[in-house]
């Protein structure tokens, strides 16, 4: 689902401005949980017990849609994501240190494995670095970091539907008031737009609010350490939606930098063992 949203970010970037095409992802996210939640029981049930993480994690969610969104303009798909997956390696950090979940050394040597392997995207230096550019996907990625930890929080406390409608509410009021106060006009935008960019706008922000749904819905029923290797996979579907949309394939240094941070990602999974892979 994010491999899918990023893609068509990327390909609309080029003639609707980022800042809208933003705030046109969360309002599909509001309007569809909003929807959702009336179905199951109205609006009185609109309640959050910890109101200060829901807007801690708004306010994580719009800075790593931010940096994502203009990320993915500036770099190759594939290798924006992998820069993207130093955000399961982070977790998987924080959550030994905030949330005290058992990490054993070997899973620290695969974590080690995938920073080496982002290294080798990256390449600060020479012919293949990504520039200035690769800051944003690093910077969204501990974003996603952080969110991922406030969401585990907030799960044991609120409903997923409920978390994720007051998010979305939250970035996408925030957005309207930037929106306002710049001379970017949403109106007259979305109505110059053509067929072919309404249809992508709605299959953008079907990706996105689906893909959200199942990561809330996921860290309700397993540790974070053992779910953040599985992100590892968004960098298949990144690289093969790169080749076929945009005619881009990485590099030497890129795809070895992708095999060892794979590496890392399915050593983790292993290290997990069978009973905790069982109870996803």
Same mark, same amino acid.
């Given at each position: 689902?994010?491999?899918g949203? *990023? ?7 080029g ?8 705030w046109? /992802?969360?309002?599909?996210q509001?309007?569809?949980? !909003? ?12 309640? #959050?017990r910890?109101?200060?993480l ?7 969610? %719009?800075?790593? #849609? ?11 798909l ?10 399961p ?6 959550s030994?240190?905030?949330l ?6 070997? /899973? ?13 995207v990256v ?11 690769? %800051?944003?996907?690093? #910077?969204?990625?501990l ?15 609120? *409903? ?24 970017l *006009?949403?109106?007259?935008?979305l109505?110059? !737009?053509?067929?072919k960019?309404?249809?992508?706008? %709605? ?10 749904v199942?990561m ?5 029923? !397993?540790?974070? #350490?053992?779910?953040?290797p ?32 794979? %590496? ?9 063992? /069978? ?6």
């Amino acid at each position: 689902m994010f491999a899918g949203s *990023d893609a068509t970010i990327k390909y609309l970037g080029g003639s609707i401005p980022v800042l809208i095409l933003l705030w046109v /992802r969360y309002m599909f996210q509001t309007a569809t949980m !909003a929807g959702w939640h009336l179905l199951r029981g109205g609006p009185r049930k609109i309640r #959050s017990r910890v109101p200060a993480l829901q807007c801690l994690r708004g306010a994580l969610l %719009l800075l790593n #849609s931010a940096a994502s969104f203009y990320g993915v303009q500036r770099l190759p798909l594939a290798e924006f994501t992998a820069l993207m997956l130093l955000a399961p390696v982070a977790t998987t950090v924080l959550s030994a240190l905030v949330l005290k979940e058992s990490v054993s050394p070997a /899973r620290w040597a695969m974590v080690a494995l995938g920073v080496v392997g982002m290294l080798a995207v990256v390449r600060p230096t020479g012919a293949g670095a990504l520039g200035w550019g690769a %800051l944003l996907p690093i #910077s969204s990625a501990l974003c996603y970091a952080a969110f991922q930890l406030v969401t585990r929080r907030i799960a044991s406390a609120d *409903d997923l539907i409920v978390t994720n409608f007051l998010s979305a509410l939250l970035v996408t009021s925030v957005l309207g008031v930037v929106l306002w106060a710049l001379p970017l *006009d949403i109106a007259p935008t979305l109505r110059l !737009a053509s067929g072919k960019q309404w249809a992508l706008l %709605l299959l953008m922000g079907t990706f996105a609010t689906t893909g959200h749904v199942c990561m809330a819905g996921a860290v309700r029923v !397993a540790p974070l #350490s053992v779910l953040m290797p599985f992100a590892y996979a968004q960098i298949v579907f990144a690289t093969a939606i790169g080749w076929l949309l945009f005619a881009h394939a990485p590099d030497l240094w890129a795809v070895a930098g992708i095999c060892l941070i794979g %590496l890392g990602g399915i050593g983790t999974v292993w290290l997990n063992g /069978r009973p905790a892979i069982g109870r996803l």
